[in-house]
């Protein structure tokens, strides 16, 4: 059974940095793909970031352009999101999503696996 835990999120003020980890387990060989999505209190679910796993090709939202960044680590199974500059409009739950799709865009459509969600919240 294919598996995602996301660790690493908290509490953090304004301008200060968290990084979210989330481990693969189970078959991995179909997760072309990783992302992290959030959904903020009363909002739709929206994707921040997408790595894809062979040619470690990134993509971002334009809401954390230039202040998250996406990594992975392939012989652990694991993808990071790297947050700095954060801010309390970046407060929400984080879910890691992996694709059985080779290049997906942002979209939730496209991923078929989900991690249970970590929560971040920023204060001013």
Known sequence: VQRLVESGGGSVQAGG????????SGY??????????????????EGVA???????????ADSVKGRFTISQDIAK???YLQMNSLKPEDTATYY?????????SLRESEYNYWGQGTQVTVSS
């Open 17 to 24: 940095s968290l990084r979210l980890s989330c481990a693969a």
């Open 28 to 45: 991995t060989g179909g997760m072309h793909s990783m992302a992290w999505f959030r959904q903020a209190p009363g909002k739709e679910r």
């Open 50 to 60: 997408r790595i894809v796993r062979w040619s470690s090709a990134t993509v971002y």
């Open 77 to 79: 199974n694991t993808v």
């Open 96 to 104: 890691c999503a992996a694709s059985n799709t080779v290049v997906p």
